[in-house]
């Protein structure tokens, strides 16, 4: 068994369990705990210094989130993400992030509509620069003010598991070596067609055009996973 990745907790005022199970999940998100990774506690006690009791509290949150499994006589694993439970998700996205355009149209102000602006301007500017965690951390942060906008914490919530859960895929479609050159400028044009739509207060060109958007990602990394040369297996 490889061993696991140095991961740190800084003693920070949050509860000691949040930062654990923000470690853990960041560290699968990124993919330094790599699909397949078994995680024991007592090694994750040793490197973290925490207790056992924090880091299980920290692995069945991770397991509710669809993070992690816990295999029979193995324990807790990160899981592998099949081809046909991306499609899943991909589907889910299109329909919950038509929902938080929607809901942003009704209940965001002003300011809130601004502030999506700029971080669209963000975003355009990491496609510029070509760097992959660069757009994915600005499109990142693109989509937490649109749920917050949205003024549903459920909503937000759900989102924000779903994105950790496709981090891997939504990774793979920004960096992988035959992306389509095209999508870079189709990505942005789509979500200026969306902020068009919210500044024009116009709800369901708003969902409708945030659902084609989620769509045509989909589209692209389902493509680029019909390519790797190690293939999920379901």
Avoid at 22 to 51: F, N, W, Y
Avoid at 68 to 96: C, F, H, Q, T
Avoid at 193 to 212: F, G, N, P, S, Y
């Amino acid at each position: 068994m490889d061993p696991l990745p140095t991961l740190e907790v800084q003693r920070l005022a949050a509860p000691l369990r949040q930062q654990v199970l923000d470690a853990l999940r960041q560290a699968i998100i990124d993919g330094r705990l790599a699909p397949g990774a078994r995680l024991t506690e007592r090694e994750l006690t040793e490197m973290m210094g925490v207790s056992r009791t924090v880091v299980r509290e920290a692995l069945r949150q991770l397991e509710s989130e669809g993070l992690i499994a816990i295999i029979p006589n193995k324990g807790p694993v990160v899981r592998e993400l099949s081809l046909a439970e991306a499609k899943d998700l991909y589907n889910i996205r299109a329909v919950l992030e038509g929902l938080a355009a929607r809901l942003f149209v009704e209940n965001a102000g002003g300011a809130q509509s601004k502030q999506l602006a700029q971080a669209l301007d963000v975003v355009a500017a990491a496609y510029e620069r070509g760097d992959a965690q660069e757009v994915l951390e600005t499109k990142n942060r693109f989509y937490d003010v649109l749920f917050a906008g949205a003024g549903s914490e459920t909503l937000s919530s759900m989102l924000n598991t779903l994105h950790a859960r496709i981090w891997r895929w939504r990774a793979l479609g920004l960096s992988h070596p035959q992306r389509s050159a095209q999508r870079s400028k189709e990505s942005v044009k789509g979500l200026r067609a969306v902020l068009a739509a919210i500044k024009k207060r116009d709800a369901d060109a708003a969902e409708k055009l945030t659902r084609e958007e989620a769509q045509r990602a989909a589209a692209e990394v389902m493509r680029l996973i019909e390519l790797t040369s190690t293939p999920e297996k379901a």
